[in-house]
């Protein structure tokens, strides 16, 4: 009996030693394996390969910046790129540094399959690649829980790969600048036309008016456009009997620098200046009269805009112009002056435009 008691206490320490060592292993492992996941930009195939790499068990880490240091949990990194269209893995290397292991290649064209099938299998793929590499991790944290304390080794490298992967087909390194702004494809586009409403004003009146415009961005920084700006009404100044409408219908030029501080948002800040023909037409009680004038005026002008990227081709505007009328363009009633047109000149408008 007392052998037998024996022989069941051996059996439950034993258990209970091994319960306990899984506990502390399992959880480590789990921490400790992460994958560095770098794209040039953020589409339903980017997010699908990033929910294959969690499912896996690792940890995804997105940087705001390919430069950022990386974890000493790092057990790879996922490079997406563009151009040409493929997925590498790198893995650490026995010289501590990441080192090219395999490349998915986005073959969807050749082989005849539609978007979401090639999606499917690069996915599969990297997660079959990626499973060897979580299983080392689970083994190596296990063994060394159960080992006695040792000096704490060298970590591995914290820094990003020693060279920027290099693309096997071309041997230029993707834009730094497409990582560390998080710029996404709209604004890598180099052409965009919109067309918008808003609310402008010329003289005391608030008038509805609607625009076009046309972009050509040379860099990532800077672009520059043709602006047309038309009345959707006259706008009227009246004092007492008398009564003035007045047209001006506008075109010119601007430019602004591009500011994106998140993904999907553009701030523009810039000015232009527009050429206006002003049209005005009075009506005078009697004996007085009325009469029509109209002449050309220029518009220095700010603009201030924020674009959201509704997809990587159309995006939304909101945007705000001040600016004045030059020369000055008096209206007077019987020589009294009870207004003036384009003092200050102002527009705010909202807009849909396409970008390519």
């Known amino acids: 009996m007392s052998q037998t008691i024996w022989r069941v206490a051996r059996i439950g320490s034993r258990l209970a030693l091994f319960i306990l060592l899984w506990m502390i292993a399992f959880p480590a492992a789990a921490r ?3 994958i560095r996941f770098v794209t040039e930009s ?10 294959e790499i969690a499912s896996v068990g690792f940890e995804v880490e997105r940087p705001e910046s390919a430069k950022s240091p990386l974890p000493d949990t790092t057990a790879a990194v996922v490079y997406v790129r563009n151009d040409p269209p493929q997925v590498e893995l790198w893995l650490l290397g026995q010289a ?11 073959d969807a064209a050749s082989a005849g399959e539609d978007a979401e099938t090639a999606t499917l299998r690069i996915a599969e793929r990297l997660r079959a690649l990626l499973q060897p590499v979580y299983v ?34 071309s041997s230029t390194p993707p834009p730094r600048d497409h990582i560390e702004r998080a710029r996404g494809d709209l604004f890598a586009r180099r052409f965009a036309a919109a067309m918008g409403l808003g609310l402008g004003q010329h003289t005391r009146d608030v008038i509805p008016q609607a625009s076009f415009a046309f972009d050509y961005a040379p860099t990532e920084s800077l672009a520059v456009g043709a602006l047309a700006v038309l009345p959707l009404r006259k706008a009227v100044v009246e004092s007492g009997a ?35 023909y002003v049209q005005a037409r009075g009506d005078a009680q009697s004996p ?69």
Do not use: N
């Open 288 to 356: 007085r009269f009325g009469r029509t004038v109209s002449g050309l005026r220029w518009v220095p002008f700010l603009e201030a805009g924020v674009v959201y990227g509704l997809s990587p081709a159309w995006q939304l505007r909101a945007a705000g112009l001040v600016g004045v009328g030059l020369p000055d363009t008096p209206i007077e009633f019987a020589g009294e002056r009870v207004a003036e047109w384009g003092r200050p000149w102002v527009l705010t408008q909202l807009s849909l435009g396409y970008a390519w």
């Open 136 to 169: 080392q991790a689970r083994a190596a944290e296990a063994a060394a829980a159960t080992e006695a304390p040792a000096p704490t080794p060298a970590p591995p490298s914290t820094s990003a790969p020693s060279s920027e992967p290099e693309p096997l087909v």
């Open 32 to 34: 400790a394996a992460s």
């Open 242 to 276: 008398d009564r003035a409408e007045i047209d001006a219908w506008m075109g010119g030029v601007h430019g602004y620098a591009r500011i994106a501080p998140l993904r999907a948002v553009e701030l523009q800040l810039g000015g232009g200046v527009l050429g206006a």
């Open 96 to 106: 501590g540094d990441f080192e090219l292991s395999s490349v998915v290649r986005d």
């Open 42 to 51: 953020d589409t339903p195939f980017e997010r699908r390969l990033a929910a």
